[in-house]
Structures are given as structure tokens and as C-alpha cells.
């Protein structure tokens, strides 16, 4: 199979650490490694090894097979045929073709549940004698930090139970090695590493790496096998006496196993983002540089968890995430080193109480879902949100006297269009934004179905809605109304936010002509092969390309840029406006016009995976984060929940109503 030798691979420990890199094995990003392990997963993570030079020995000569570039932008490199093969599953293996006719097999698995990577090379063919030279680069540092040449790193390691152990630095985990060959210690820095999407992104981007000596194998007698792990950490692998090849296959084997019980390669995708925190669940918002973040991870989790069929991973998020609640709020973000967790973000605790009814309705019939405590403690942190809301709270969020939700300070961003510029909101939307409302109303009617004091203000709001966001002359909805909080203000930029009145919540508020007016101007204006853009062309400040230094990139980050999980909403809606009469025949025509283009661009960016976002305009240059959450989640949800033929569904769909004064989600 042939990719772009630029694309980027990504293995996942379940713990918040990974390997990462590129089909061609030239590190690009800070973040490319062989080893990231997570101290407390899944923060304080560290890159321990971040890579390493490889060559042949033979009769005929001596033969690189790996690729390094250096500052001022030279690169040390076999040649370029040397590449014959790159395949991505069920891990990353390379197949060389060296010059004097042999061939090599090279390929690296992250063990799940452990900080650990594993590397094996072989010889294809007819036996041949060849040695296999191998000299690790090693760090430990912070997954954002560069690390530079210092007289402090202890490049010296002793001697654990047939492993050799290094401890790069004190309040840092070790690098733990076990392997077949023959190591000689050879400490060397290798200074001026260039990361060249570093350098295109406007962030420092030369890196200098210690290298303590050289592991050689003889690879005429067995395959080569080297194993990197994380020391000192709960989940590193016990010190062993067996062998270093018979601790290698069988963590093979259980790998290869592991991921041969995944329906599909998106399904498999899909597992890396779930991963640990606490005694319970969080999902990462994306590699490699993302933590977890709430309103991610509560989008995600209908897709990785729901209609990936793991109901027990989204009962242990949601139970996980409701201890965090503080004055109505959920933090959208937990910092990497144990600092006081962020309430920045008014839609990510609506997220949450969407999850938790979708997850309930996914789980109806199954025995038990929920203890009568977890139910509890689930249903008070709805009130806990739907309370603190509506008397106010941060940041100027309060349910108005209409039963609207208003929000938003000077120099603040709530909603997820929270890029900024030198301090500057690039877009504000502080006063009522209309995707915050359809989540609000969707909160209030789910609320109801706890406690009927909420009934009241979800019919104000449903009446409210229509009537304040209705633009009649656009023919499509305000992405704001009340702007800057000054009564009858609107912002009329023609933003998909409005999706959510009609697609990707349980609860339309829009319907009828003036829904289908909204999904057929959305579907003109802003649709992409690969997702939605933020911002439709011609409107002010539309931005065709994502590129440049920060300030550029986050001028351009909700300015046209295309959003892939907005794909999402997007065909709920196109279902709900094409639907009636022969639902099977919109979902095929659904799955054919919209999903299957954008599972055509899984390997476009991260193998396997999908983007963060892309350009506006052709050819969708993918950019940002390449292994994105909820890009992935809404692809599975899509292929598994919504584009499924109505006699093929599972179950039947419960209309139980959850709210007598209004209409209820399904």
C-alpha cells in the first residue's frame, strides 16, 4: 500500500502515551517519539526516547535505514528507493530494499495498558549475513518542551534483572531497554535536530538528544528485538528473567489479537482516544499534542463509546467527569501539571448532560447500567448544571427572563470558536450564540424528565428560540443574537452553528420549510468532502488557508476553516429534512454523498484517523492536530447509529418523553 511519506502513524498505550512518526521515519514534530509515556495518566506526559539511528553492517558495505534531518536543513538519509514498502496494520511495519539486494522488515507496536514500545527487524529472503546497528536517542522531557545539550543528563545505566535502565534525569521516569543484542556504551549529544512543522508552525524547532551508546544485532542468527519502556511508573512491566524475544511475542501476540476483535480499522481508530484517568475514563482530544478536554470528550463519547459498542467506557467518563462540577460548571480543561482545572467553556457542561441521556438511551434493556448510586450521582450533576445556570454563574452565564442562555465577557471565549490574537477574540460571540441555545433547550427538556420545575423555562426558551433566531430574509438562522449582550443586537455571519436547531442533538428546535431553508443553505455554502466550514465564502474575514505562524493560523482557525466533526449534524439534519417517505433511500444516498467521501480522507493526514480541521478551499490541505477525537467519533457515529438502514437498527428508537411541556428528544 502507498502513502504520502509525510503521513504520521500513531501508536497508543491507554494510558495518555505513544509513539508517533511519519511513513517516511523522519521526525517532523517535537512530539514524534518512540517512547511518551504518561506520569499521571494522562498528564504529566514525557518523551523518553525519541527516536534512533539505524544502519546494516555487511560484506558489501555499510547501509543506513533511517532518516534524519539536522540544522540548517540537511538530512542524513539511506537513498530514496531504499523505502520499498509502509503498511499500518495491525502496526507500523516498513519493508527496505537495500542496495546490495537484501531486504529488511522493520516494525513498531505500542503494548496497551503499558508504557512501553516494541521494535523487531528481520531479514525477507534468503539468509545472508548482516549486522544490525541501532543507537537510541534519548531525552526526558516535557511532551511540549525542546530538550538541548546539558552537563546534567547521566548517560551511565545499570544493570535490572536483564534490562539496562537509564535515569535521564531526577523526578523524570527512567528508560528501561531489554533486547537480544549486545549493547557498547558510546555516549555521544547529537545536536540540532530540525523539525520542520515546527519550524512552518512558528514555534522553536532545533532539538539536541543524548545518545548513549549502541545496541548490535546479529541479524544471520534471529530477528532483532528491542523493547523501550517507562521505569518507576505503576504500569511499567515488571523486570524479567525470560528472554527478551519470548517477552516479545508474546506481547505480540496479544497485541495482534487485541486488535483483530475490532470490527473495522475506524472501530480500532477509535480506542486510542480512550484512555485513563483517575480510577475511571476520559477520552484525549487528540495526538499528539491534546489532553482531555470536557467538551470533546462529552461530543466524543456518542461516537467512540456509543456507536462503537463500549457502553461500559462512557458510563466510566461520565461517572469520572461528575465529581468535577463547580458552580453549574465542568472544566474544559485540565491542565498538564495538577494546576486548578479551567471553567472556560459554557457548552461543555450542556455537552455532558446530552451524553448522559444518549448514553441512558443506549444502554435501555441492558441490566444493570447504572447502580441506584451512580444514577444518582448522574442525574445531580444534571441538576447541579441546570441549577447553576439558570441563577448565573461564570463568566456571565445566566438562563435570560426569555429562557434563552446568555453568556460571555470582554475577553473571554465560551463556545467552541475560542480562537484569539494577541489577546483579541477573533470571534466573540459573547451574548446568545445559537448553537449554546439548541444545547440549552436540550438540556432543559432532558432536565424534565427529572424534575418538572424545568418544563416552564424549556417551553420559553423553544418559543423564544425560533422567534429571536429566525432570520426571514437570509433564510437561515443568527449565529448570534443579543450581541455584546445589547438587547435586539444580531450577528448575521453564516456560521454552521445553526446545525444544532435541526442535526446533532436529540431534540430539533427548527422543522418544516424553515429547517429545510437552513440545511439546503448549509449544504451550499459551507460543505466539504472532508467536513463543514466554519465560515462561508464571501462573508468578512473569510479565510481560505490555514497556514502560517500563530497568529495567523488562529486568525484563520473559525474563519472558513473546515471542521471535519461537523459532518456530523450536518447529515442528521440532511436526514431530517430528506427523510420522510423513504428513509432507507436518504440514508444510502446520506452515506454515499457525505460519508463515504470523507472516509476516503483516513489517510490522508493521521493513518487511519481523521483531522482536526482543513483548508476552506481545494485541495483540504488537512491541518492541525492530525488524530482528532471527535473528528473520528462523529465518521463512527454516522457509519454505525445514523447512515443505518431503519430495518437493520438494533433496536427500536424510544420516543419516551422526557419533558410534558415540550417536545421531547428522542
Same mark, same amino acid.
Given at each position: ?72 536543513? %540537511?538530512? *542524513? =538519509?539511506? /537513498?530514496? !528507493?531504499? $523505502? ?8 507500523? &511495519?516498513? @519493508? ?13 507496536? %505500542?503494548? *496497551? =495498558?503499558? /508504557?512501553? !514500545?516494541? $521494535? ?8 545472508? &549475513?548482516? @549486522? ?15 530538550? *538541548?545539550?546539558? /552537563? ?34 558510546? /555516549? ?479
Amino acid at each position: 500500500m502507498k502513502f504520502n511519506s509525510g503521513a504520521e502513524w500513531i501508536e497508543t498505550d491507554g494510558l495518555g502515551g505513544f509513539a508517533s512518526g511519519t511513513v517516511s521515519g523522519l521526525r517532523t514534530r517535537r512530539y514524534h517519539a518512540l517512547l511518551l509515556a504518561s506520569a499521571a495518566p494522562p498528564t504529566e506526559r514525557f518523551v523518553l526516547v525519541n527516536g534512533f539511528d539505524a544502519w546494516l553492517e555487511t560484506s558489501e558495505g555499510v547501509f543506513p535505514i533511517s532518516t534524519q534531518r539536522y540544522a540548517p536543513g %540537511v538530512t *542524513h =538519509a539511506a /537513498p530514496a !528507493a531504499l $523505502l520499498e514498502s509502509f503498511e499500518p496494520e495491525p502496526f507500523p &511495519r516498513w @519493508t527496505f530494499t537495500i542496495q546490495n539486494g537484501m531486504r529488511l522488515e522493520q516494525e513498531i507496536f %505500542v503494548r *496497551h =495498558a503499558s /508504557p512501553i !514500545a516494541c $521494535l523487531r527487524w528481520r531479514l525477507l529472503g534468503e539468509d545472508r &549475513r548482516a @549486522t544490525l546497528e541501532v543507537r537510541p536517542f534519548f531525552s526526558g522531557r516535557d511532551l511540549h518542551a525542546l530538550h *538541548h545539550e546539558n /552537563p546534567t543528563f547521566d548517560f551511565e545505566p545499570r544493570s535490572d534483572s536483564g534490562r539496562l535502565v537509564w535515569q535521564p534525569y531526577p523526578g523524570v521516569p527512567g528508560i528501561a531497554v531489554q533486547g537480544n543484542g549486545v549493547y557498547e556504551h558510546r /555516549p555521544e549529544w547529537y545536536r540540532s535536530f530540525l523539525y520542520e512543522e515546527e519550524r512552518a508552525r512558528g514555534f522553536d524547532h532545533l532539538e539536541d538528544l543524548a545518545a548513549p551508546g549502541i545496541f548490535r544485532f546479529d541479524l544471520s542468527r534471529e530477528a532483532a528485538v528491542l523493547m523501550f519502556s517507562a521505569a518507576g511508573l505503576k504500569e511499567s512491566p515488571a523486570p524479567t528473567r525470560r528472554k527478551a524475544v519470548a517477552v516479545f511475542q508474546a506481547y505480540r501476540a496479544a497485541e495482534v489479537k487485541r486488535r483483530e476483535a475490532f470490527p473495522s480499522r475506524l472501530h480500532r481508530s477509535a480506542d486510542a482516544y480512550l484512555v485513563r484517568r483517575g480510577g475511571g475514563k476520559t477520552i484525549i482530544a487528540g495526538y499528539p499534542w491534546f489532553a482531555d478536554w470536557g467538551r470533546d470528550t462529552f461530543i466524543s463519547l456518542r461516537g467512540l463509546c456509543l456507536a462503537g459498542g463500549r457502553p461500559r467506557e462512557a458510563r466510566e467518563i461520565l461517572l469520572e467527569w461528575s465529581g468535577a462540577v463547580s458552580q453549574g460548571m465542568l472544566p474544559n480543561h485540565f491542565p498538564e501539571r495538577g494546576e486548578s482545572p479551567e471553567y472556560n467553556s459554557v457548552d461543555a457542561s450542556l455537552w455532558y448532560i446530552v451524553a448522559i441521556h444518549q448514553f441512558l438511551r443506549a444502554c435501555k434493556g441492558m441490566r444493570p447500567a447504572l447502580s441506584e448510586a451512580e444514577a444518582r450521582r448522574l442525574q445531580g450533576a444534571v441538576q447541579e448544571i441546570l441549577e447553576g445556570y439558570s441563577r448565573g454563574t461564570r463568566f456571565g452565564i445566566r438562563m435570560d427572563e426569555d429562557g434563552l442562555l446568555s453568556c460571555g465577557e470582554p475577553g473571554v471565549q465560551l463556545t467552541w470558536m475560542d480562537a484569539r490574537v494577541g489577546g483579541r477574540a477573533v470571534t466573540p460571540r459573547t451574548g446568545k450564540p445559537v448553537e449554546i441555545q439548541a444545547l440549552w433547550i436540550n438540556a432543559l427538556a432532558i432536565g424534565s424528565g427529572i424534575s418538572q420545575r424545568w418544563e416552564d423555562a424549556a417551553r420559553r426558551g423553544r418559543l423564544a428560540f425560533e422567534e429571536r433566531f429566525w432570520n426571514e430574509a437570509g433564510g437561515f438562522l443568527y449565529d448570534v443574537v443579543d450581541v455584546d449582550h445589547r438587547k435586539g443586537a444580531v450577528d448575521a455571519s453564516f456560521r454552521p452553528n445553526q446545525l444544532y436547531a435541526v442535526g446533532g442533538l436529540p431534540l430539533a428546535l427548527l422543522e418544516g420549510k424553515k429547517a429545510s431553508r437552513v440545511v439546503a443553505a448549509v449544504e451550499e455554502r459551507l460543505l466539504t468532502p472532508i467536513g463543514l466550514r466554519s465560515l462561508a465564502p464571501g462573508e468578512p474575514g473569510y479565510a481560505p488557508r490555514y497556514g502560517g505562524g500563530v497568529r495567523e493560523r488562529d486568525g484563520a482557525y473559525h474563519q472558513g476553516t473546515v471542521w471535519p466533526h461537523l459532518m456530523g449534524p450536518f447529515v442528521e439534519a440532511w436526514l431530517r429534512v430528506h427523510g420522510d417517505g423513504k428513509p432507507d433511500a436518504a440514508i444510502a444516498e446520506a452515506r454515499t454523498r457525505f460519508l463515504d467521501p470523507m472516509l476516503q480522507c483516513l489517510d490522508m493526514a493521521g493513518l487511519g484517523h481523521l483531522p482536526e480541521i482543513a483548508d476552506a478551499e481545494l485541495p483540504h490541505t488537512p491541518r492541525g492536530c492530525p488524530f482528532q477525537a471527535w473528528s473520528v467519533a462523529e465518521a463512527l457515529r454516522l457509519a454505525e447509529q445514523v447512515l443505518v438502514p431503519v430495518k437493520r437498527k438494533a433496536a427500536p428508537r424510544s420516543r419516551r418523553r422526557l419533558s410534558h411541556a415540550t417536545t421531547s428528544p428522542e
